[in-house]
C-alpha cells in the first residue's frame, strides 16, 4: 500500500506561481511513474504532468513551459512547480502512481488562480 500526501495549494493571482509537495509512504519501491492530477469543478480528473524514477518527464498541453515536475527519490517527494498560473489552472491538484489506483488517492490540494 502506497500513500500520498499533498500540500502547497493555496490562492494566488493569474501570472503568479506556487509550488506543490507531494510526499510518498508505503510501499513506493513498487512505483515507477508519478503523476500529478487535477481536478476542476465540474470535470474529471485529468493528468497534468508525470515523472519517472529515473527522471522523465511529460506534461498535458496546456501547462509545457509553465509547470515543471520533479523528484526526490530519496526523500520519496515529488514537486510540481507552477508559473504563470491561470485562471483554468484552479482545481484540486493530487499525486498518484502512473497508473493510478483508487486507494492511493490522497486528500489533494486546492489551487485557486484568481483573474
Known amino acids: 500500500q502506497v500513500q500520498f500526501v499533498e500540500s502547497g495549494g493555496g490562492l494566488v493571482q493569474a501570472g503568479g506561481s506556487l509550488r506543490l509537495s507531494c510526499a510518498a509512504s508505503?510501499?513506493?519501491?513498487?512505483?515507477?511513474?508519478i503523476a500529478w492530477y487535477r481536478q476542476a469543478p465540474g470535470n474529471q480528473r485529468e493528468l497534468v504532468a508525470v515523472?519517472?524514477?529515473?527522471?522523465?518527464?511529460n506534461y498535458v498541453d496546456s501547462v509545457k513551459g509553465r509547470f515543471t515536475i520533479s523528484r526526490d527519490n530519496a526523500k520519496n517527494m515529488v514537486y510540481l512547480q507552477m508559473n504563470s498560473l491561470k485562471p483554468e489552472d484552479t482545481g484540486v491538484y493530487y499525486c498518484?502512481?502512473?497508473?493510478?489506483?483508487?486507494?492511493?488517492w490522497g486528500q489533494g490540494t486546492q489551487v485557486t488562480v484568481s483573474s
Open positions: 508505503g510501499s513506493t519501491g513498487s512505483i515507477n511513474a
Open positions: 515523472i519517472s524514477r529515473g527522471g522523465s518527464t
Open positions: 498518484n502512481s502512473v497508473p493510478s489506483f483508487k486507494d492511493y
